[in-house]
């Protein structure tokens, strides 16, 4: 796997410049610029996400909570926000609570310990009826963005 130390020596640059190109952060000449992706698409060189996650404390990741993805309206959803969430840079884990020989509330729990554990931006919540007041709780104590479609108003 090439690295950004080989983008910069083949297109005879510094690692910063890589690393502006890439991620935007500074004008770059033009043609340093095009230098820059030559060298990337021969070596095939990919941003490293846990590094840059570790960097920037950002996964670029979703969380969709879903209640049946066989239902067509809760399919479009997930369709939906990977659409979205493409545009702006994001991707987007789908999480299906209704799965076979499955519990709702078990797997639900799951979800939120998965998702604490790899610190999503943000998570959606397609709710069918309220959640659980723990559960709820669970998924703000994280101080992670929580999305609520659907579902009655909670209490405070």
């Known amino acids: 796997m090439a690295t950004m130390r080989d983008v910069a020596r083949l297109a005879g640059v510094s690692t910063a ?10 004008f770059v000449e033009p043609e340093t610029s095009a230098r820059v992706h030559t060298a990337i698409g021969q070596l095939g060189y990919e941003v490293d996400g846990v590094a840059r996650s570790l960097r920037t404390g950002a996964t670029r990741m979703l969380a969709l909570i879903i209640p049946d ?3 067509p309206f809760f399919a479009e959803i997930a369709v939906a926000a990977q659409r979205y969430a493409l545009l702006v840079g994001y991707d987007v884990a789908i999480f299906n609570t209704d799965v076979p020989e499955g519990s709702p509330k078990v797997l639900f729990e799951h979800y939120l310990k998965a998702i604490r554990r790899k610190r999503y931006d943000a998570v ?7 959640l659980d007041p723990v559960a709820r709780q669970q998924l703000t104590v994280t101080a992670t963005p929580v999305i609520l479609i659907g579902g009655v108003p909670h209490a405070q």
Not at 17 to 26: C, E, L
Not at 124 to 130: F, G, Q, R
Request: aromatic residues 0%; glycine residues 0%.
């Open 124 to 130: 959606i919540v397609a709710e069918t009826i309220p």
């Open 69 to 71: 993805l066989m239902n």
């Open 17 to 26: 410049t890589i690393s502006h190109v890439v991620n935007k952060t500074r």
